[in-house]
């Protein structure tokens, strides 16, 4: 059974760090390029970040700005997102998630999220 | 990049079929093949319903499926039942190599 569990969410103040974990099972990890989605409280879904099969490719959406640093360990099976710089508008919920098809939005396993809240 | 237009609420009758629109630019839908749609009940995760346009996954109701034209790509749900009631969200992939959203559709089963 594939499954993605998310972890590191939290209550941090701005400007503070977070790292966030993706521990997968059930599937061959190093076949997936990962992604990583939030959902602000009451809002849509937007895409974050995604990382190749090997870890050497990655990108990021424009509101990162440099503050976010997606990484994976293919030996554990962890994906990563380091989380810098964090703001109030950062609050979300993260879900870390495997595409089908390489860099596509063809999600078809999600995690259950983890929970981001910025505040002072 | 901005979001994909989508409108924000769609409503229908039980038995009856509705079709959500997903609208971008030749940077995105228009431009590939790598379009899907999601359908996420309150307090769940996503759920994949359609990918690369018009491809269901295995277990999904072919009740839904999935077109494009053009620059706007669309989501049909026929025969709506009771638990077709959900936010719906398509996705493209984009010229930057990114991913990028729709704001979302409420659907409403009357």
């Known amino acids: 059974e594939v499954q993605l569990v998310e972890s590191g969410g939290g209550s941090v103040q701005p400007g503070g760090s977070l790292r966030l974990s993706c521990a997968a099972s059930?599937?061959?990890?190093?076949?997936?390029?990962m992604h990583w989605v939030r959902q602000g409280p009451g809002e849509g879904l937007v895409w974050v970040s995604r990382i190749t099969t090997e870890g050497n490719g990655k990108d990021y959406a424009e509101f990162v700005k440099g503050r976010f640093t997606m990484s994976r360990d293919n030996a554990k099976n962890i994906v990563y997102l380091q989380l810098n710089g964090l703001r109030v508008d950062d609050t979300a919920v993260y879900y870390c998630?495997?595409?089908?098809?390489?860099?596509?939005?063809?999600?078809?396993?999600w995690g259950q999220g983890t929970l981001v809240t910025v505040s002072s | 990049q901005s979001a994909l237009t989508q409108p924000a609420s769609v409503s229908g009758s039980l038995g009856q079929s509705i079709t959500i629109s997903c609208t971008g630019s030749?940077?995105?839908?228009?431009?590939?093949?790598?379009v899907s749609w999601h359908q996420q009940h309150p307090g769940k995760a996503p759920k994949l319903i359609i990918s690369?346009?018009?491809n269901r996954p295995s277990g999904v109701s072919n009740r839904f499926s999935g077109s494009k034209s053009g620059n706007t790509a669309s989501l049909t749900i026929s025969g709506l039942q009771a638990e077709d009631e959900a936010d719906y969200y398509c996705?493209?992939?984009?010229?930057?190599?990114?991913?990028?959203f729709g704001g979302g559709t409420k659907l409403t089963v009357l």
């Open positions: 030749s940077n995105d839908v228009g431009g590939y093949n790598y």
């Open positions: 690369g346009v018009s």
């Open positions: 059930g599937f061959s990890f190093s076949d997936h390029w």
């Open positions: 996705n493209s992939f984009t010229s930057s190599h990114k991913v990028v």
């Open positions: 998630t495997r595409s089908i098809t390489y860099g596509s939005g063809d999600f078809d396993y």
